[in-house]
């Protein structure tokens, strides 16, 4: 017994300066934190790594929109870690070195109450800043203007846009077509969008063609926008809005005129009627896949939903009725009246108004 009892004391003690060992529990409990977040990495990698074809960044830009933003971004990066970043890195190592805990030769003034350069250091700084921003940011917001026209030689495709919850509507007047889930255009041509809310406020953004824009009910805002090459681009809702928010997605897709003229004579075949009813299911609280189920005919193999027959007094009834409140009417003979917004009646004046970011 005292042999055991001896052996046990001699293996229990330990050097003062090892580290103590981790009751089974918490070994335990670490190991599995340290796998689980190697497992995330793991997962962030392999995500990273996969391939897909939908481009979701303004720092890989499809368009001179985003392509002019990420210069932008640049830029501005460059200038806060030249006049910010750097100035700190800088001066912190130094004044952790200069009143460094036991250094004699530095000077100890506890009464002071001004220094002309610690002052000019501390207000001089931010206005070299801000002047230098300013340089970069001015010219760049009028050049960046959503409601500015893009210059070129071709007209503009127009693109009436319908925030609901939980979807867009993309009306294409001088086609006669629509759709949820997908907006077409042709690469080089510009694209001028029309914007409203047919609910609550939301936010229209295509970070690779660039330019984001609030969209707000019974007000119209514009933007601008154009594809540089073919391929689709992810576009969102960066507003939260409610249960379905995360799934009011939809592709923007820049195709050839030859393919974008081909998709409009498809969708005027293939679409099915923008009729009373159809707009009744889109006024509702729904996703597109809720959507597909609630209107029979409109399941499209690559999941979104296309409309033929589209009036083009759409667009600004639902605007003028969303303002004032009331059921919107359509523009056919013998088409029920259909309530979109419940809203309380506004007292702005019935015309359409234009908000300007």
């Known amino acids: 017994m005292s042999i055991t009892s001896n052996q046990q004391d001699h293996t229990q003690q330990r050097h003062p300066r090892w580290p103590k060992r981790l009751p089974d529990t918490k070994r335990h409990q670490a190991m599995t934190l340290v796998r689980w977040l190697a497992l995330c990495i793991a997962l962030q990698l392999l995500a990273a790594c996969a391939a897909t074809d939908t481009h979701i960044s303004f720092l890989d830009p499809q368009g001179p929109i985003a392509d002019a933003q990420r210069w932008h971004f640049y830029w ?3 200038v806060m870690a030249v006049l910010v970043a750097g100035p700190i890195f800088l001066v912190l190592p130094f004044f952790a070195w200069r ?3 036991g250094n004699k030769s530095a000077r100890y003034t506890p009464k002071w109450e001004f220094s002309r350069s ?9 206005i070299v800043i801000v002047v230098v921003l300013a340089f970069f940011v001015w010219p760049d917001t009028h050049k960046l203007d959503p409601y500015k026209p893009l210059a070129s030689d071709q007209p503009a495709l127009r693109v009436q846009v319908i ?19 997908m907006m077409a255009m042709p690469v080089g041509r510009p694209v001028s969008i029309n914007l409203t809310s047919a609910t609550v406020i939301q936010s229209f953004f295509i970070p690779a063609l ?9 007000m119209v805002t514009q933007l601008n926008l154009q594809a540089s090459k073919p391929g689709r681009s992810l576009g969102e809702n960066t507003m939260y809005n409610g249960n379905g928010f995360h799934q009011q997605k939809f ?5 050839t005129p ?19 009813h159809a707009l009744n299911a889109i006024s509702q609280r729904s996703t597109r896949a809720q959507l597909i189920t609630a209107l029979p005919g409109a399941k499209h193999p690559d999941g979104n939903v296309y409309f033929s027959g589209v009036s083009t007094s759409l667009f600004p009834t639902v605007v003028h009725d969303v ?12 088409a029920p009246p259909i309530m979109i917004c419940t809203a309380a009646t506004s007292t702005m004046p019935p015309a359409v108004t234009e908000e300007k970011p």
């Open 99 to 101: 009143y460094r805990y």
């Open 258 to 276: 030859a393919q974008f003229n081909d998709w409009v004579a498809n969708v005027r075949k293939n679409g099915i009627s923008l009729d009373a």
């Open 76 to 78: 501005v990066l460059g």
């Open 323 to 334: 303002m004032a409140g009331t059921p919107v009417e359509l523009a056919r003979a013998g």
């Open 118 to 126: 610690l002052e000019l250091f501390s207000w001089g700084g931010p």
């Open 163 to 181: 925030g609901y919850d939980w979807k867009w509507l993309f009306i294409y007047p001088d086609q006669g077509i629509a759709t949820i889930g």
């Open 210 to 218: 660039g330019s984001q824009i609030y969209a707000m009910g019974g």
């Open 251 to 255: 592709n923007a897709v820049a195709m």
